[in-house]
């Protein structure tokens, strides 16, 4: 069984690294690979933070070999990887620790650690210890975004407690509860939002109307985010206190 799990885990990690040098150039723009840490979050969850460093190691260098990338692709992928899958075993299985994991590895550690990289390695001038971090923590809340809604439908759905089973991984009881179902609701803005800044690009469609549709849709997914949250848990209360009444009477 043991063999089984550790040719499982080699097959799905080699997946795992061709399909991030493929997808990697998707939606990339300098300083920033948000499909990049989609692939860090899912491997961290699936596999645990020493195969997604290796992960984000090789696909960095893959990227660095074949697609002439700086060595951004290295600091700006391997710290999240590995602590996105630290901060999940440590929350004991809460995808948004795995998100936010990523979010601190490579929108602040990795960002702060890129600008010696590309200034005294790679002769870039011009840069401070914080000209990437903006970016850094852009790409990593659209890629971070996506992951965690594929990663959520996994989970509510039992497949992905089966995944880790079957790698041999820690598997967690993780449903969705009130909190995680309104952040669902607001990184779905945040996808909506990607798709119409790329289609207005594409097509270039240079109306103004274009943006205010795109920060609209944001904002309105947002705010239902929050509603959602607000109104269930104010119906949970009062649910609560109508069973602790019936109970009393």
Not at 180 to 206: C, P, R, S
Request: glycine content about 10%; charged content about 10%; some cysteine.
């Amino acid at each position: 069984m043991k063999t089984k799990n550790k040719l499982l885990r080699m097959v799905i990690l080699s997946v795992l690294i061709a399909l991030g040098v493929v997808i990697s150039p998707i939606l990339r723009f300098e300083g920033m690979c948000p499909m990049a840490h989609f692939i860090n979050i899912v491997c961290a969850v699936l596999l645990g933070p020493f195969e997604s460093l290796l992960c984000a190691i090789l696909i960095g260098i893959i990227r660095m070999i074949f697609m002439g990338i700086p060595p951004i692709a290295l600091t700006g992928a391997i710290f999240g990887a590995f602590l996105s899958g630290v901060f999940y075993k440590a929350s004991k299985g809460k995808l948004l620790f795995a998100v936010l994991g990523e979010i601190i590895g490579t929108g602040i550690i990795g960002a702060i650690a890129s600008y010696p990289v590309m200034t005294f390695l790679w002769g870039k001038e011009g840069l401070s210890w914080l000209f990437y971090v903006p970016s850094f923590i852009c790409g990593t809340l659209i890629g971070g975004s996506i992951a965690f809604v594929f990663l959520r439908k996994l989970s509510n759905s039992g497949l992905l407690s089966q995944f880790q089973n079957s790698l041999g991984s820690m598997s967690y009881n993780d449903k969705s509860g009130l909190l995680e179902n309104a952040v669902t609701i607001g990184t779905l803005g945040v996808i909506a939002f990607i798709v119409i800044k790329v289609l207005t690009g594409l097509f270039e469609m240079t109306d103004p109307l274009w943006n205010y549709l795109s920060f609209g849709v944001l904002g309105a997914f947002l705010l239902a985010g929050v509603v959602y949250y607000f109104v269930k848990k104010l119906n949970d209360r009062r649910d609560k206190n109508n069973i602790r009444n019936q109970h009393n009477t």
